[in-house]
C-alpha cells in the first residue's frame, strides 16, 4: 500500500516539475524576445535621434547659409552689372556701389547749377538701388561741372542730364551716351498712373533694353506721357522754374526739330545726396 501511495507521490512530483521547468523555459523565451524587442527599440530610438541631430544641424546651417546671405535688416540686395563700353557708352570707371542699399526713408538730392539750385525728394523705399547708386556716385563727384545734355519740347517734355562726358569744350558733341562702370535694372515704374511721368517727376533714361539705367536722368518740366519703362527717382522740391527756362529759352533741334542741345546752357556744379 506504501509502495502505491509513494509511486503516487512520485508521479505527481514529477508532474510538478515538468510544469515548473515548462514554465522556467516560457519565461527565459519571453525574457528573451522582450530583450530583443528593447534592442530594436533602442535602436529605433537611437537611430531616430541621430536623424533629428543630423536634420537640426542641417537646419541651423540653412538657416545660418540663409542669414548670411540675407541683406541686413532695413536693407535690400541690389545687382550691379558691369559696363565696360562695349555697347558703345562712354564709360567712367568708377567701380560698384555697396551689394546692399537702404530702403528705408527718404534722401534729398540737391544739384547746384550756374543757374540756381534744384533740389528733389527721394523716397528711399521706391527706388532703394536707384538711390544708393546716385548716392555712391554723388559721392565720387560724379557729375560735378557737367552740362545737361539734351532738352526736348515737342510732345516729350524734359530736360536730361547725368552724362559725364557732357563736359567742358566739345560738350555739344557729347551725344548722351556717357555713363558709370555699372548699370542696373529699372524699379518704381509708374505703370498705372496717368500721365505716367506727372511734371515735376525726376527719372532715369536708359536704353531699349531692360536693366540699362545708369548715371543719366531727366526732369520732366510738363506733364508727360512716356511708356512706364524708366525708374521714378523722386519729386522735384525747388528750382523747377529754372528747368523751365530752360525749355523756353528752346533747344538747337540738334537731334531733330524740338529736340538737341538747350541753348540755354545749365552746368551742374555739383550734385549731393543726403539721407534723412
Known amino acids: ?57 542641417g537646419n541651423d546651417d540653412d538657416k545660418k547659409s540663409t542669414d548670411a546671405s540675407a541683406p541686413p535688416p ?3 540686395s541690389c545687382s550691379w552689372i558691369p559696363e565696360d563700353g562695349s555697347t558703345g557708352s562712354k564709360v567712367k570707371d568708377v567701380g560698384t556701389p555697396p551689394a546692399n542699399a537702404p530702403n528705408t526713408g527718404t534722401a534729398t538730392l540737391t ?13 528711399l523705399s521706391k527706388a532703394p538701388c536707384t538711390g544708393e ?25 524734359v530736360l536730361q542730364c547725368g552724362d559725364p562726358s557732357a563736359t567742358g569744350k566739345g560738350w555739344r558733341e557729347s551725344d548722351g551716351s556717357g555713363g558709370p562702370s555699372f548699370r542696373y535694372a529699372e524699379e518704381n515704374l509708374p505703370t498705372n498712373a496717368k500721365p505716367a511721368y506727372p511734371k515735376g517727376t525726376i527719372a532715369m533714361a536708359k536704353t531699349s533694353a531692360p536693366s540699362s539705367t545708369g548715371s543719366q536722368y531727366f526732369i520732366v518740366y510738363e506733364d508727360t506721357d512716356l511708356p512706364p519703362d524708366y525708374t521714378v ?17 528752346g533747344s538747337d533741334n540738334a537731334n531733330g526739330e524740338g529736340d538737341g542741345h538747350p541753348k540755354k546752357e545749365i552746368t551742374i556744379k555739383t550734385l549731393t545726396m543726403a539721407k534723412g
Open 111 to 123: 544739384m547746384d547749377t550756374n543757374l540756381g539750385a534744384i533740389t528733389a525728394a527721394v523716397d
Open 233 to 249: 527717382l523722386g519729386k522735384i522740391t525747388k528750382g523747377l522754374d529754372i528747368v523751365e527756362t530752360v525749355a523756353k529759352a
Open 1 to 57: 500500500m506504501s509502495s502505491i501511495k509513494d509511486r503516487q507521490r512520485a508521479a505527481a512530483r514529477a508532474r510538478l516539475e515538468k510544469e515548473m521547468a515548462e514554465r522556467a523555459t516560457a519565461a527565459r523565451k519571453r525574457r528573451q524576445r522582450q530583450a530583443i524587442i528593447g534592442s530594436a527599440l533602442a535602436v529605433v530610438v537611437i537611430a531616430g535621434a541621430a536623424v533629428w541631430i543630423v536634420a537640426a544641424l
Open 133 to 157: 547708386a546716385f548716392t555712391f556716385l554723388a559721392g565720387k563727384k560724379f557729375w560735378d561741372n557737367t552740362k545737361c545734355h539734351r532738352l526736348t519740347t515737342a510732345g516729350i517734355k
Open 74 to 76: 532695413g536693407t535690400v
